[in-house]
């Protein structure tokens, strides 16, 4: 007696076999960013269950067909964030001190600005984790799947590419 799977209990067992795989690939291919890992896992998966018909019968053909529809999804999200035109920073107007507020420090507000988006992705990530977001060094670390040392080299160089950007500009 054979017994056929339904398309839902079809889709219920590829994510019950595949999800967990498919989040750890997407979130190292989105540098971390789990949110994102995690709608393109479940779009992926809405993907499988509107074409549940044209899916391989052999475990290995459909474990493919997921990780390929992940990866156009991914491809697709990246070209789509490119372009838009980029979000400005939303600034917390709590935090700012309004009794300082001069030609001064403005000026030097924007030469940071400056300075922090000239270095490299890696050490504004670093630095914005560390400083702006308050996480310990093994918190980024295990974030960015890197070691201790190397955040804090990162950051150590970050640091140093900033005060010499900014006292160029003084």
């Known amino acids: 007696m054979t017994t056929t799977m339904t398309p839902g ?4 067992a590829l994510h019950a076999a595949h999800a967990a795989g498919l989040l750890g690939f ?3 291919l989105t540098r971390g960013e ?3 890992a995690e709608d393109l896992v479940q779009e992926t998966m809405l993907r499988a269950w509107r074409h549940a018909d044209h899916l391989p019968d052999d475990p290995e053909g459909a474990r493919r067909w997921l990780y390929t529809v992940a990866r156009r999804l991914l491809i697709d999200l990246v070209r789509a964030r490119r372009s838009r035109p980029p979000e400005t920073p939303v600034v917390d107007l709590d935090r700012a001190c309004p ?3 001069s030609t001064e420090l403005a000026v030097a507000t924007q030469a940071m600005l ?3 988006g000239n270095l490299s992705d890696a050490h504004r990530d670093v630095l914005a984790d560390l ?3 308050g996480e ?3 918190e980024v670390a295990r974030k960015l799947r890197v070691p201790v040392g190397t955040v804090k080299s990162r950051a150590h160089y ?3 590419a900033l005060r010499n950007d900014m006292a160029a500009t003084d």
């Not at 209990?9 to 219920?12: E, M, V, Y």
């Open 136 to 138: 310990a060094p093994a």
């Open 114 to 116: 400056a300075a922090f």
């Open 9 to 12: 209990d079809r889709i219920g």
């Open 99 to 101: 009794a300082e507020d």
């Open 158 to 160: 970050a640091l140093r």
């Open 131 to 133: 400083h702006l977001r």
């Open 26 to 28: 997407l979130i190292g």
């Open 34 to 36: 789990r949110q994102t």
